[in-house]
């Protein structure tokens, strides 16, 4: 039985940088594509069940999805329940997307605007009348093996309640 040594000869130290500095240049890219493409899907929406799927099959089963004031919701079926009752009360687009990616691609963060429409009143807000809104917001993501495990979304709830009253 013969051991193979696997150590570098000296003055060959970090031959492989190279090579890790390409593999975390990969990582990062495929992480903004992944989030570019979740937004991608998000601004395809319009009543198009096909556009929330696309959505939905870059998520992980188990996703945590922290919803801006109020409780974390865990798994694909909860994040799907969410986005109908969105669909039913808003119609919004996002314009503005900057996205930022870690060193690892493992973490990612999105700028943006939304641009929106009040459809039906939503519980404990006040009543719908087609009242249009335009808010900054930010999404951070944890991404794992290529799918989003957790989006967590902010934004200004005091200033939406000013622009739809």
């Known amino acids: 039985m013969s051991q193979t040594d696997t150590t570098q000869p000296a003055g060959d130290q970090g031959g492989n940088q190279a090579g890790d500095q390409h593999a975390r240049e990969q990582a990062r890219d495929r992480a903004e594509a992944l989030i570019r493409a979740y ?3 998000f601004g395809q929406v319009g009543g ?6 696309a959505m939905l099959a870059l998520l992980t089963e188990t996703v945590a999805h922290d919803v801006n004031q109020g409780a974390r919701e865990t798994g694909k079926q909860a994040f799907r329940d969410f986005l109908h009752h969105m669909d039913r009360s808003y119609r919004e687009t996002i314009t503005g997307l900057v996205v930022m990616v870690d060193a690892t691609g493992a ?24 009242q249009h809104y335009r808010l900054p917001a930010g999404a951070f993501f944890t991404l794992e093996d290529g799918l989003i495990a957790r989006v967590s979304t902010y934004y200004n709830l005091q200033e939406w309640l000013r622009q739809i009253g």
Do not use: I, M, Q
Request: glycine residues 12%; negative net charge.
């Open 48 to 53: 198009n069940g096909d556009s929330r799927e």
């Open 39 to 41: 937004y991608a899907a």
């Open 107 to 130: 973490r990612a963060a999105a700028e943006f605007v939304v641009e929106g429409e009040y459809l039906a009143t939503d519980a404990g807000l006040p009543a719908a009348r087609g």
